[in-house]
């Protein structure tokens, strides 16, 4: 559904940059098959090299809406009463305790999926928490200053153990080859105690076949350090395109 479908009758300024909402299946993590409304946000305080929603991060685009808005989509054009808010970073906005406030008066079950950088206190029923390693990193011939801004905020534990501390989580990171690994291993202990199952490891890339390939080494992985594989079955439903 176009956002443009819900013009605000407020007099206030709307100042939530939306991407998009749409109804779908959850693809990754815990809950992966629930129907849920997904609201995504627009606008990113890192660059990750591998990002597959540019259109919110190195490029953002979306409308700006009211809290108001948001809830009216969500409650009066789809039916899902699980609500997966996300980007970009959805950490970002001020206006985001309101929202999942509104949402949660609602009877909405909220999971907020993030990079565990910025931290602000809401209620979230599933804290998703996708922490960058240095293979999100992109080349300066790239991203030019945003090589040094990405590499000095994608680290930020401190963050993740409140998080964690307030939450039900997962951890999800992105694991592109095998020596990934360590850099997991040294993070978790940047964080612990961790429940070890609610840490799962996810194959980077979007095609079917290279998450194939990746998975072959990642599941035995994943068994060996007592992990959860954690698959992106929604580019395996639907391919990797937008509103899915």
């Given at each position: 559904m176009a956002l443009q479908d819900n013009p605000s009758s407020s007099p206030e300024q709307p100042d939530m940059l939306i991407s998009e909402i749409y109804q779908?299946?959850?693809g990754e993590g815990s809950l992966t098959g629930t129907e849920s409304v997904f609201i995504r946000t627009s606008g990113c305080n890192l660059r990750c090299d591998f990002c597959?929603?540019?259109?919110?991060?190195w490029s953002p685009e979306g409308q700006k809406m009211l809290v108001s808005q948001i809830v009216d989509l969500v409650l009066h054009k789809h039916s899902a009463d699980h609500v997966v808010i996300t980007g970009g970073e959805p950490m970002l906005p001020k206006?985001?305790?309101?929202l999942c406030a509104a949402l949660s008066q609602a009877g909405q079950h909220i999971t907020i999926e993030t990079a565990g950088t910025i931290f602000q206190e809401l209620h979230c029923d599933?804290?998703?928490?996708?922490?960058?390693l240095s293979n999100s990193t992109p080349p300066e011939s790239r991203a030019g200053e945003w090589t040094r801004r990405h590499e000095a905020t994608r680290f930020r534990p401190e963050?993740?153990?409140r998080l964690i501390d307030r939450h039900d989580y997962q951890l999800k990171f992105v694991i592109d080859q095998p020596a990934d690994i360590d850099s997991i291993i040294d993070y978790l202990e940047h964080v612990q105690p961790i429940a070890s199952e609610k840490v799962m490891l996810m194959p980077q890339g979007v095609e079917l076949q290279t998450l194939a390939e990746k998975a072959k080494w990642i599941e035995p992985m994943c068994r060996e350090h007592g992990f959860t594989y954690c698959p992106r079955r929604h580019i395996e439903w639907y391919g990797n395109k937008r509103g899915t």
């Open positions: 779908s299946r959850q597959d929603t540019p259109f919110t991060s206006e985001m305790p309101d599933l804290m998703s928490i996708s922490p960058k963050i993740v153990r």
